[in-house]
């Protein structure tokens, strides 16, 4: 992979994620794979999730990584993600765990009638052509008093692309209650690098 930016805007070039899931894990925050980097993951889960085991969906989980971060935290964990390729790595880093992984579409996830605790997504809701109404439909996956964990940004200097914090919270207000946001750019540990571009979490309870 190439830096961030490149990346993000690939991305909505529509990559072949099968393709592309071999070399996934190598940009940091994918796959976790310096202790650092993983510990910095591991401590937001930790504060946005909640302190009881929970069932958590992961929205276009990719290999699998914060899914795993999670099971390790002591919850139940649904994977979903769209590249069968994605799916085989995931399921096999959460081999063992109290976990499950799916192939499906983030937006529509077949999950039929159960019901979370929280709804994680990272990097996906800005690649999807309609995110009110995939917000709409993520609500009904939710139980009362369960949350969204929603990592974002907005990347690129020439063609932007992303989804502004202004822009998802203001998409959260028919769906949630309360809206806490977290800034994420000046945590150089999180992305394995210095980034100056707009990269926050926003945790919203219904």
């Excluded at 992303?162 to 750019?185: D, F, K, N, Q, Y």
Aim: aromatic letters at 6%.
């Amino acid at each position: 992979m190439t830096n961030d930016s490149e990346h993000m805007v690939a991305v909505g070039a529509e990559v072949d994620w099968d393709t592309a899931a071999g070399a996934f894990d190598d940009e940091p925050d994918h796959g976790l794979r310096a202790p650092e980097v993983r510990a910095a993951w591991a401590a937001l889960l930790r504060s946005w999730l909640p302190e009881r085991p929970a069932d958590v969906l992961d929205l276009g989980c990719g290999t699998g990584s914060l899914s795993l971060l999670a099971a390790e935290q002591g919850h139940r964990v649904t994977g979903v993600d769209s590249s069968p390729a994605m799916v085989e790595r995931a399921r096999a880093k959460l081999a063992g765990r109290d976990a499950a992984v799916l192939h499906g579409d983030a937006a529509a996830p077949p999950v039929g009638e159960q019901r979370y605790d929280v709804v994680l997504v990272r990097h996906v809701l800005w690649t999807l052509p309609d995110p009110a109404r995939v917000l709409r439909h993520w609500r009904t996956l939710l139980r009362p008093g369960g949350r969204f964990v929603l990592v974002e940004g907005v990347w690129g200097t020439l063609a932007p692309v992303g989804i502004p914090v202004g822009r998802l919270t203001a998409l959260l207000e028919p769906v949630a209650g309360h809206v806490r946001v977290e800034r994420l750019s000046d945590d150089s540990v999180l992305w394995g690098k210095t980034v100056d571009d707009e990269r926050y979490a926003v945790v919203a309870t219904v």
